[in-house]
């Protein structure tokens, strides 16, 4: 079984640029996270999906930040504009449904703004 | 307000000796509790869970003990190997909402050869 895909692995930008984060979660799964690592922190919730339709996003920065999950599949984050305090890694995790305790995340993807 | 804690960012231990990491929690709601082992430049890994009706799980050389009255748990690996070196993330849960994990910020174990 593949795991969580996410694209890019890396990433520099500089402040006010705009950026997108991809991830294709575990076939089936039907619900997907986003996460916010900021470096010696624990992931921090961004935002969740169940099939295409967003369940939390209490925690996202929605001035700056975006996601979308068409199709119910694949989804995008997207920063615009960019901050200092942006650079952390952004991980993906899914699950077979919401009521599920364990989630399954992808390798993430490094974001440096400078 | 950190809800989930642990307060220990680094354990050095030998192996075959036992590891100990520990994480407090504040919600008394929380009854679902997980830990995650990650690697560098990978994502978290599922470990090991408890429900907050039991007081201890077991899976293997991993343990977690859960203290509801001092918000407490503990995961215990016996023996320790070089393999389990990585970073401990202890995680809640409460099974009433929406089901949002809310993780600590990690210990890193590092098991000596």
């Known amino acids: 079984e593949a795991g969580v ?3 890019p692995r890396y990433k520099i930008i500089e402040k006010r640029q705009s950026v997108a984060f991809w991830c294709n979660p575990i076939s089936g799964h039907a619900t997907l996270y986003w996460y916010q690592q900021i470096l010696g922190q624990g992931p921090k919730l961004l935002i969740q999906f169940q099939n295409n339709g967003v369940v939390d996003d209490s925690q996202l920065p929605k001035d700056r930040f975006s996601a979308e999950r068409l199709k119910g599949v694949d989804s995008t984050l997207k920063i615009q504009p960019a901050k200092l305090e942006d650079s952390a890694v ?3 995790a899914s699950s077979p449904r919401t009521v599920q305790e364990t989630q399954y995340f992808g390798p993430g993807t490094r ?3 400078l | 307000d950190q809800q989930v804690k642990q307060n220990s960012p680094s354990l ?3 192996e075959g ?3 100990i990491l520990n994480c407090d929690y504040t919600n008394s709601m929380f009854d679902y ?3 995650y082992k990650k690697y560098p430049a990978e994502g978290p890994t599922f470990l090991i869970s408890i429900s907050s009706i039991k007081d201890k799980n077991e899976d293997g050389r991993f343990t977690v003990f859960l203290n509801k009255s001092a918000k407490h748990l ?3 690996i016996v023996p320790s190997q070089p393999g389990d070196s990585a970073v401990y993330f202890c995680a809640a849960v409460r099974m009433d909402s929406s089901y949002k994990l809310i993780f600590g910020s990690g210990t890193r174990l590092l098991v000596r050869p």
Do not use: K, N
């Open chain 2, 17 to 19: 000796r036992i590891s």
């Open chain 2, 33 to 35: 509790f997980l830990w």
């Open chain 1, 5 to 7: 895909a996410q694209s």
């Open chain 2, 74 to 76: 503990s995961l215990h």
């Open chain 1, 111 to 113: 974001l440096l703004v």
């Open chain 2, 12 to 14: 050095s231990v030998q």
């Open chain 1, 90 to 92: 952004y991980l993906c």
